[in-house]
């Protein structure tokens, strides 16, 4: 496995943590309404976009490597 690859295979595991807490979090907002779950939600989604924005940059720029 090249160090691309294992960079590439940390990135989709980070966002796959990220989406399951953005899940959890949405879950917990539905059982009892508080302003925080809705915040850790917003942010480990927002998280998880960026993070697969960052997947496709950095494997457009290393793909001739």
């Given at each position: ?13 980070s966002v796959i943590l ?7 979090a949405v879950e917990q ?35 001739n490597l």
């Amino acid at each position: 496995m090249t160090l691309r690859m294992f960079h590439l295979f940390f990135i989709a595991l980070s966002v796959i943590l990220a989406a399951f807490c953005g899940a959890w979090a949405v879950e917990q907002y539905q059982a009892r309404p508080d302003a925080l779950f809705i915040l850790t939600a917003a942010g480990s989604i927002t998280g998880a976009l960026g993070l697969v924005a960052y997947a496709a940059a950095f494997q457009r720029k290393t793909r001739n490597l």
